[in-house]
């Protein structure tokens, strides 16, 4: 195809559709959406040149359906479509529909994509290319008479896995030869029902492996490099929690092993654009193994693009439009550190449970040369239950994985809402791990360390005294005001004031009773005591540029804020958020001695 493209539609939603719009407007090109009715008012939708309603919130009805795609790409002229990742991204029919529409697919070909659909195929290719697998049975035959002999050359433990699968549906871990007929049978049904194929394979189980992958690149007349790898071994039943570019402690020999295998992979199936090879690493021996290929855009594509310096979306773009890859793979360089943490709303705390709701509130930390914010989010949207329910990733950088790490950690103090449960205060308790901090990585990690982190932040005793804080930083004694205004300088003034202020405190079901005393040293720093469960507690503070508190709790150093919503007050305790409610009693009692007086629910400044 001669012609360049003009416009691209995204056939996605959320982060991604605006991370690809983001780069398609860089590049001077239209954009177009499409949304279904449960996102007529996301910002992705709002954000495009065009955007298309192409029917009902469920995804087989709209983003799934490959004729409202093609058919919305001719209606708006758009002239390619950029699938994404999930949904029709590694659809072959997609691809092909497109090749039929005269309509340029921002991916793969058809033919690559089938190549590496079938798992038990994409092994026999690999296999070919010399690309090491991991010892198992990867055969047509489903007989368990050959599934028992190839499961004993193999050995315990071992994997069964759907061949047609992915995020860990139809996978069992069979540690002894009693187990295997009944396990097979589960994954059987577990395959055919979640991809109407029963079909099996199985592996070697590797105890405590590394999830180490390769991104490569390649253009329409043949050239491929590697960009490097990352590691995604921190995961929760096989779905990625945090990821980071370079893969730490691999030897130099193994990282340009694992990149040229990666190479070879995609030369096998005549690949054209931007993938991902997967391989389980064994730290003990160094090995790795082929696991799997992504033919899309990965989520974590952000910590390569930060490490190499390359927009990815822009490349995939470029290759579709025929430009040869400029580089040799000796002239690309892995600069600095890159994490990225995944946003979810979820509520690690019971069970991972998906949330829906809207965001009253959403705080997303600010962009800058090493903090990354992917939103698909705003202020005021709600999260229904029709889809992932990622919201955003926030990426970071540093010259050392020490440092990105820790800028990650702050970036996530400076992520939250009100009105949705996220897994933010989970995956800072990952960030703080020691083994985590030390590099000690492994597919295993969510498993073996479950006890440690699912230990919040905040103990309960701290939580009730942040949740004072924050609620005196928010609409009492320690809140911001106009230094102009004379009353805004007030240190918590209130008609009948006394050296000690009571005060009543609802948290997690229960009612707590306490006295405090705010002594108040200037306009952005000062002290606090509390007197509560018998026990007295001095806590400095200090007026952060950004408005938020930064407390000193028992040696702790504390990002604090909040935002209230009727009597309710949400608090936002470095990556954590609660839900509190904080009085003043004798406001109450007041009430009850003369109906006839004019009371607040809680006590505040004359303005």
Not at 212 to 241: A, N, P, T, W
Request: charged fraction near 25%; glycine fraction near 8%; proline fraction near 4%.
């Amino acid at each position: 195809m001669s012609n360049a493209i003009t416009s691209i539609l995204v056939a996605n939603r959320g982060e991604i559709a605006l991370r690809i719009f983001k780069t398609a407007e860089a590049m001077g090109l239209s954009t177009v959406a499409v949304y279904s009715d449960a996102d007529a008012n996301a910002p992705f939708a709002l954000e495009a040149d065009t955007a298309l309603n192409i029917g009902p919130a469920e995804a087989a009805k709209s983003y799934l359906d490959i004729e409202k795609i093609i058919t919305a790409a001719r209606t708006s002229g758009a002239d390619a479509i950029h699938p994404g990742y999930g949904f029709l991204s590694e659809n072959t029919e997609l691809a092909a529909a497109c090749e039929k529409a005269s309509l340029r697919f921002i991916g793969p070909p058809a033919s690559a994509i089938a190549a590496m659909g079938s798992k038990s195929a994409a092994k026999v290719l690999m296999e070919g290319a010399g690309v090491p697998l991991v010892p198992g049975y990867h055969g047509d035959s489903q007989d368990p008479d050959v599934f028992r002999r190839e499961a004993e050359r193999i050995g315990y433990p071992l994997l069964i896995k759907a061949s047609a699968g992915g995020g860990g549906k139809g996978m069992r871990v069979v540690r002894h030869a009693s187990e295997l007929q009944s396990e097979i049978e589960a994954a059987q049904r577990e395959a055919q029902s979640s991809f109407g194929d029963p079909k099996l394979l199985l592996e070697r189980y590797l105890e405590t492996p590394r999830h180490v992958e390769v991104q490569v690149l390649f253009d329409q007349h043949g050239k491929g490099v590697y960009l490097f790898d990352r590691d995604c071994s921190v995961q929760r039943r096989h779905q990625k929690i945090i990821e980071e570019a370079p893969a730490p402690g691999i030897p130099d020999d193994v990282r340009k092993a694992m990149g040229e295998a990666a190479v070879r992979c995609g030369e096998a199936i005549d690949y054209v654009g931007a993938g991902t090879v997967e391989f389980l690493y064994e730290p003990e021996s160094h090995e790795f193994f082929f696991m799997e290929m992504n033919t899309r855009l990965q989520v974590e594509h952000p910590v390569t693009e930060m490490v190499t310096g390359l927009d990815l979306v822009e490349w995939q773009i470029r290759v579709a439009n025929g430009e040869r890859l400029p580089w040799r793979q000796e002239d690309l360089r892995c600069q600095g550190h890159a994490m990225e943490a995944r946003v979810y709303a979820e509520d690690p705390d019971n069970g991972f449970l998906p949330q829906t709701g809207r965001l009253h509130t959403l705080q997303e930390p600010a962009e800058n040369d090493t903090v990354r914010v992917d939103s698909g989010v705003r202020q005021g949207l709600e999260i229904t239950p029709w889809y992932d329910p990622m919201l955003a990733k926030v990426i970071t950088f540093g010259e050392d994985r020490d440092e990105a790490r820790i800028n990650l950690i702050e970036a996530l103090n400076r992520y939250h809402t009100d009105g949705v449960v996220l897994n933010t205060d989970y995956v800072s308790r990952v960030l703080r791990h020691e083994d985590f901090a030390a590099a000690r990585l492994t597919t295993r990690f969510v498993e073996i360390h479950e006890e440690a982190l699912a230990k919040p932040l905040f103990s309960p005793w701290a939580r009730k005294r942040l949740s004072l804080v924050a609620w005196l930083s928010e609409v009492g004694a320690l809140s911001h005001r106009d230094s102009r205004d004379v009353w805004g300088r007030l240190s918590g003034f209130r008609t009948g004031d006394s050296h000690w202020q009571p005060f009543e405190l609802d948290l997690d079901g229960d009612r707590h009773h306490g006295h405090y005393q705010v002594l108040r040293v200037g306009n952005v720093y000062g002290r606090l005591t509390v007197l509560m469960d018998d026990e007295e507690t001095r806590i400095r503070w200090g007026r952060m540029d950004d408005g938020a508190l930064e407390v000193r709790l028992s040696g702790r150093r504390i990002r604090l804020g909040g935002a209230s919503r009727g009597d309710e007050l949400a608090v936002f305790a470095d990556a954590a958020t609660w839900k509190v409610r904080v009085n003043h009693p004798e406001v109450a009692q007041g009430a009850a001695a003369d109906e006839t007086e004019l009371t607040a629910p809680m006590h505040g400044r004359v303005t």
